[in-house]
């Protein structure tokens, strides 16, 4: 089955700085990809989602880039603040409907 | 419009005793999802559903998890017999089946003493 590989475990950046967060995954039927973040104690909150006919996509001082070849998904955190501190999870699925598959999260810490 | 509501949010239990999980998916909401999630991991799924039918459960540990959606609105994920493993988040997320995007609740945290 897929499976969903996310690295680093552990980021810290100095504020104003980007951060960059890969995922790798197996399956190359998988067609949709997402960005999530998750705050202490909360659910996660959907950032992004990309079909796997979009290469580049920005939102918001974030930047999503998807290498179908290498089957890479990244998530770029532009000139990152306090508030982005959180763990962020990428998900992917082959089908729309269906269950997302996770990768094992980063913890993000910015420091001020 | 109301997002996804899970109670209790916290639960405490020793080992051996039951634990009821309740969700109310996003109104409309065809589609219905509970994921696992372990202490510093990835959520993982346990089962989930389309209206009142389970779709796949096939990670779901059927001796003592159990889910249902009976009216295919809200949903139970009971266990029986809870064990130290068992201590996680359980996220419930809802979507339209033909939508790419799970809205998730903000998840039940379980410790089993």
């Known amino acids: 089955g897929e499976q969903v590989e996310q690295r680093p475990p552990h980021l810290s950046v100095p504020e104003g700085d980007s951060a960059v967060i890969i995922c790798t995954y197996t399956?190359?039927?998988?067609?949709?990809f997402y960005w999530y973040k998750q705050e202490p104690g909360a659910g996660l909150q959907l950032l992004m989602s990309?079909?796997?006919?979009?290469d580049r996509k920005e939102e918001q001082g974030l930047t999503v880039l998807l290498n179908k070849k290498d089957k890479q998904l990244s998530l770029n955190l532009t000139a990152a603040h306090p508030g982005d501190s959180a763990v962020y999870f990428c998900?992917?699925?082959?089908?729309?409907?269906?269950?997302?598959?996770f990768g094992t999260g980063t913890k993000l810490q910015v420091v001020p | 419009e109301a997002g996804v509501t899970q109670s209790p949010r916290y639960a405490v239990l020793q080992e051996g005793q039951a634990v009821s999980f309740w969700c109310d998916p996003i109104?409309?909401?065809?589609?219905l999802y509970w994921y696992q999630q372990p202490r510093d991991q990835g959520p993982q799924l346990l089962v989930y559903f389309r209206d009142e039918a389970v779709i796949d459960n096939s990670q779901l540990p059927s001796d003592r998890f159990s889910a249902v959606r009976p009216k295919g609105t809200n949903s139970t994920l009971k266990i029986q017999s809870a064990k130290q493993g068992d201590t996680a988040t359980y996220l419930c997320?809802?979507?339209?089946?033909?939508?790419?995007?799970?809205?998730f609740g903000p998840g039940t945290r379980l410790l089993v003493l």
């Open positions: 998900a992917v699925t082959a089908n729309s409907g269906t269950y997302q598959r």
């Open positions: 399956d190359s039927a998988t067609a949709y």
């Open positions: 990309v079909f796997s006919n979009v």
């Open positions: 109104s409309g909401h065809d589609t």
């Open positions: 997320a809802s979507s339209f089946a033909r939508a790419d995007t799970q809205y």
